[in-house]
């Protein structure tokens, strides 16, 4: 089973900034698309952003020009670059894939990380 480690979360002032990223171990042949989700304190789990394998993007209305998502496929490693944070966008934000096929062409859908906190004071 796929491990997703994400890492970079943290506190930081309105208009801050903070990167995020996320591993994913094992013998992995490929990634289809990666991306970050947030869930905030009693709200639902919420798209921010998503990258396919060959770079294509897309993100939340609420964070376009401020949040860049990328990613390294050598690496198996999709990163999240938030600026100029706001309180709003406080949250446990997740790494997900949607479809990882190992060495052994072995699939797993829908895989998710730990969660990282990030918040943001006014």
């Known amino acids: 089973q796929v491990q997703l480690v994400e890492s970079g979360g943290g506190l930081v002032q309105a208009g801050g900034s903070l990167g995020l990223s996320c591993a994913a171990s094992?013998?992995?042949?490929?990634?289809?698309?990666m991306g970050w989700y947030r869930q905030a304190p009693g709200k639902q789990r919420d798209l921010v952003a998503i990258i396919t394998s060959d770079g294509g993007t897309y993100y939340a209305d609420s964070v376009k020009g401020r949040f860049t998502i990328s990613r390294d496929n050598a690496k198996n490693t999709v990163y999240l670059q938030m600026n100029r944070l706001q309180p709003e966008d406080t949250a446990v934000y997740y790494c997900?894939?949607?479809?990882?096929?190992?060495?052994?062409?072995?699939?797993?859908?829908?895989?998710w990380g730990q969660g990282t906190q990030v918040t943001v004071s006014s």
């Open positions: 094992g013998s992995i042949f490929s990634i289809n698309v």
């Open positions: 997900h894939a949607d479809r990882v096929i190992y060495s052994d062409w072995r699939r797993e859908y829908d895989c």
